[in-house]
C-alpha cells in the first residue's frame, strides 16, 4: 500500500509548476512513510511513496521499470495471485514482490493483464514506446485514484488533497454538492472541485502523454456480467466456504507483521477462523470498545469467544474520544472531499492503536453487501408484507417504533424501485429539503434529483434484477467504493497501515453477486448462505446471535462536546455557500429540544470545516 502522484502537462509550463507538485505530492507521505521515487519524462512526472509490505529491499522501490525498460510503474496496492501470474507467464524475476509481476504481465498482456489481478489497486504505467500513460483501478474501487484534467495539464494521485494544494485556486461542483448533502460523500466519478474526478472501479484509460488527451476508457469487468445461476443450497456452502478460505490464505502473504480486525460478528470471525489455519503461527487479533460504546451493544464477549476457539493473540483496544473536536478537524482534510460518515472517526482511533505494532490487517468490508446482511436487505426481501403492515404506523404508540415504521412506510410507497434505492441510501425523509442548509443563490436550479442521480441511473441499470438483488449490486457499484473503501482506506493509511479485504478477491465477490437473493437473505436470515458455509466452524452465537454493531454518538456531541465548534463554524462563514443563519437556528433548535435533524447537521459541520480549510482557494 503506497502513494502514487503524477503530472503530465499538455503544453509548456514552468519548471517550479512540477517541483512545486512534487512537493504536494508530500501530503501523502504517511501512505507511504519508506521510501520517495520520483522519475521524469520531458512533460510527465511520476511520484510514489512507498510502504513497504513485500520484498523490504530497495530492489522493489518505484517508479519501477520492466526489464526491457519500456514500461515504467507508480502502483498502490497489492495483487495476492502475483505467484500464480508470473508462473503463466513464465517471468524471468528479479524480485520477491508483486510490484515486478504487474508491471511484467502489462507489458506481455496489456489490458487483459488487469483483469487477471486478483487484489486492491491503482496504478499508472507509462509506456516510452507508444507514449501512452495508462490509469486503472481494482474491480471494486479499494483504492482510489484522483485525476484533474484542465486544458493545461492532467493530474492525478491517490489523494485529492495532492491536487487541491497545487492547484492555485479551485470552483465548487454543484451537483456533488448536492450529493453529498442527501448522502453524506459523493457518489460517482466526479468530486467536488470541477475538473476533479476519480478513475471508476474496473476501468482502464490510455492518454496520449504528448497531448494529454484521453484516448481511450473501458471497462476491463464489469458487474453487469456476472451471469445469475442457481446451485443447490449445499453447492452453494460448500463453495462460499472454499472461495473465502483460498481467499483469507491468499492475503495472508507478508513481509511485516499481520493482524486482523475482530468484531465477533460473522464476517470477521470467519475471516479470522480461516486464516488461524494458514498462518503458520498463532495469529494476532484486535477487537475495539470505544468509551461510547461500552454496555449492551459491546461485542467484546464474543469476539474473545472467538480468538478463544481459534487460540489467537487477542488484544481488547480501548479507546477514548475525548478530543473528538482535533480528531474530526484533522479527518475532515484527510478525506479531501467533504466525508460525513461518523464512522471514521473510530475507524482512525482503531487504525492508530493497531498501527503501533502493524502494517497490514485483515478487516470484513464487504460481507454485508455480497451477502445480503443490512436489515434493509431483509425488508426488501419480503416487500409487500412490510409495505403493507408499514401503512399502519399511525396507530403505534409514539416513538422510535413508530418513527421507523413511518420511515419504512415512506420509502416502501414511493413510485418507483429506483427511488425507494435513492431514499433508503440516504438518512434524509422524502420530501424533506435539505438543500435548505445551503444558501438560496448556490443551489439556484438544483433539486433533490439532482443529488439522486447517481442512485437512479445505476439502479436502473439493474432493474431486470429482483429488489434484493437490485438493492445489492447497486450497493456494491455506489456505496462500498465511495463510502466504505474510503472510509477505511483514507483512516487506515494515514496511519501507515494497509487494509485488507478478503471478502473482496476476485473469485469470491464474483460467486456471491452470481448467488440468487434466497440464498442471501432466507425467511428473514441476512447472510444465510455465508451462515451456512461457516456453520461447525464459527461458533452458532456469533453466526445466529443479534447483529450489534454500534452508533457513533453524533447527537450527543452536537448538544454538548461538539455544539460551540459547530456554531462557530456556521457563524465564521462567509462564502455564501452555506445558509449560515438557518444553520445556527437548526442547531439552537436541536440543543434545546434534544431531537432534530442531527445528520444534516453533521454534514452541514463536515462542509463548513471543509470550507474553512480551503476558503482561500474557493473561487466565489
Not at 484542465?150 to 494521485?157: G, P, Q, R, T
Not at 453529498?180 to 478513475?199: H, M, P
Not at 408484507?385 to 403505534?396: E, K
Amino acid at each position: 500500500m503506497c502513494g502514487i502522484a503524477g503530472l503530465l502537462a499538455k503544453r509548456p509550463i514552468p519548471d517550479e509548476r512540477f517541483a512545486d507538485f512534487e512537493r504536494s505530492s508530500n501530503l501523502i507521505r504517511h501512505r507511504g512513510p519508506d521510501n520517495t521515487g520520483v522519475v521524469r519524462y520531458d512533460n510527465l512526472v511520476l511520484i510514489h511513496h512507498r510502504l513497504s509490505i513485500l520484498d523490504l529491499d530497495p530492489r522493489s522501490n518505484q517508479p519501477f521499470s520492466s526489464a526491457t525498460g519500456r514500461h515504467t510503474m507508480v502502483y498502490n496496492g497489492e495483487v495476492y495471485n502475483f505467484r500464480d501470474i508470473a508462473r503463466r507467464y513464465s517471468l524471468p524475476l528479479r524480485t520477491s514482490s508483486d510490484t515486478e509481476v504487474v508491471i511484467e504481465s502489462f507489458e506481455r498482456a496489456g489490458r487483459t493483464a488487469i483483469r487477471e489481478w486478483n487484489g486492491i489497486f491503482s496504478a499508472a504505467i507509462y509506456d516510452s514506446q507508444s507514449k501512452q500513460l495508462h490509469l486503472c483501478r481494482d474491480r471494486f474501487g479499494v483504492k482510489p485514484l484522483y485525476v484533474y484534467e484542465s486544458d493545461e495539464v492532467l493530474a492525478f494521485a491517490s489523494e485529492a488533497k495532492v491536487l487541491l494544494d497545487w492547484l492555485p485556486a479551485f470552483s465548487i461542483n454543484r451537483s456533488v454538492m448536492a450529493q453529498f448533502i442527501w448522502y453524506g460523500n459523493s457518489t460517482g466519478q466526479d468530486c467536488f472541485v470541477d475538473g476533479l474526478w476519480k478513475v471508476r472501479p474496473a476501468s482502464h484509460i490510455t492518454i496520449d502523454s504528448r497531448t494529454g488527451k484521453i484516448t481511450e476508457r473501458s471497462e476491463y469487468w464489469s458487474i453487469n456480467d456476472v451471469a445469475q445461476i442457481e446451485p443447490s443450497r449445499q453447492e452453494a456452502a460448500e463453495e462460499v466456504g472454499r472461495l473465502l478460505e483460498s481467499a483469507v490464505r491468499r492475503q495472508l502473504v507478508a513481509d511485516v507483521p499481520l493482524g486482523v480486525l475482530l468484531s465477533g460478528g460473522v464476517d470477521s470471525s470467519s475471516i479470522v477462523a480461516f486464516a488461524s489455519r494458514h498462518y503458520g503461527q498463532p495469529l494476532d487479533t484486535y477487537t475495539v470498545e470505544y468509551d461510547f460504546n461500552i454496555g449492551g451493544r459491546s461485542e467484546l464477549d464474543r469476539a474473545a469467544e472467538v480468538a478463544r476457539k481459534f487460540n489467537t493473540n487477542h488484544t481488547e483496544l480501548r479507546v477514548d474520544s475525548s478530543h473528538v473536536q482535533d480528531i474530526f478537524s484533522d479527518l475532515v482534510f484527510q478525506y479531501d472531499e467533504p466525508f460525513a460518515d461518523s464512522a471514521a472517526i473510530p475507524m482512525y482511533l482503531l487504525a492508530k492503536e493497531c498501527s503501533i505494532d502493524k502494517r497490514v490487517i485483515l478487516q470484513g468490508d464487504g460481507g454485508d453487501e455480497l451477502f445480503g446482511g443490512y436489515r434493509r436487505y431483509a425488508v426488501m426481501s419480503r416487500y409487500w408484507l412490510w409495505r403493507l403492515s408499514s401503512l399502519g404506523y399511525f396507530a403505534l404508540p409514539r416513538g422510535r417504533w413508530r418513527d421507523r415504521m413511518r420511515r419504512v412506510s415512506a420509502l416502501l410507497n414511493q413510485p418507483s424501485r429506483e427511488q425507494t434505492i435513492a431514499y433508503y441510501s440516504t438518512e434524509e425523509a422524502p420530501r424533506s429539503r435539505p438543500l435548505d442548509v445551503l444558501d438560496a443563490a448556490f443551489t439556484s436550479g438544483l433539486d433533490e434529483t439532482t443529488g439522486q442521480g447517481d442512485y437512479l441511473g445505476v439502479s436502473r441499470r439493474f432493474a431486470h434484477l429482483d429488489r434484493v438483488q437490485q438493492l445489492i449490486y447497486t450497493d456494491m457499484a455506489i456505496l462500498l467504493p465511495n463510502r466504505y473503501f474510503e472510509k477505511v482506506d483514507k483512516a487506515t493509511m494515514l496511519c501507515s497501515l494497509e487494509a485488507r479485504v478478503p471478502f473482496l478477491d476476485n473469485e469470491l465477490a464474483e460467486f456471491a453477486l452470481s448467488l440468487p437473493s434466497t440464498l442471501k437473505v432466507r425467511h428473514g436470515i441476512k447472510k444465510y448462505i455465508l451462515k451456512e458455509a461457516m456453520k461447525g466452524i464459527v461458533p452458532r452465537s456469533v453466526l445466529f446471535g443479534p447483529k450489534r454493531g454500534f452508533d457513533v454518538p453524533i447527537r450527543t456531541w452536537l448538544k454538548d462536546g461538539l455544539y460551540s465548534f459547530a456554531r462557530e463554524v456556521f457563524v465564521a462563514h462567509d462564502l455564501g455557500i452555506l445558509a449560515s443563519d438557518h444553520l445556527v437556528q437548526l442547531l439552537d433548535s436541536y440543543k434545546a429540544q434534544g431531537y432534530g435533524a442531527a445528520p444534516l447537521l453533521w454534514k452541514s459541520l463536515v462542509l463548513g470545516q471543509w470550507l474553512s480549510i480551503y476558503r482561500n482557494k474557493v473561487a466565489q
